[in-house]
């Protein structure tokens, strides 16, 4: 089964933030092309595999019912719940972002 995915205006914001880290802090426009492309990527897995992937383990997370999938090739990953057959993305961290106090 195929999903739609769709962000969240706070999954929207979280994935402008960290492209433009890249391009004004970093300096690397490659670097955030590269990430662009695979967040786009790991968008299209998702629409596929979304129910597939294991409930959050964090207890008030796994009973709100989120779900993790990390970016392919960076690190990087989107928090997402599945609502009437609908990826509905709320977030992306980086992974050294302190996620699970965020979202609690």
Do not use: W
Not at 30 to 41: C, H, L, M, S, T
Not at 68 to 83: G, K, T
Not at 85 to 95: A, C, Q
Request: net charge negative; with cysteine.
């Amino acid at each position: 089964m195929d999903y739609k995915v769709a962000l969240t205006e706070d999954a929207e914001n979280d994935f402008e933030r960290h492209i433009k880290y890249l391009i004004d802090v970093k300096l690397n426009i490659q670097a955030a092309r590269n990430v662009a492309n695979d967040f786009e990527e790991t968008k299209d897995i998702l629409s596929k595999v979304a129910s597939s992937i294991q409930l959050c383990t964090n207890p008030r997370l796994n009973k709100l019912g989120y779900r993790r999938i990390n970016y392919r090739r960076h690190d990087y990953f989107m928090l997402y719940r599945i609502v009437d057959g609908m990826v509905i993305v709320d977030n992306i961290f980086h992974f050294l972002e302190d996620y699970e106090n965020k979202m609690i």
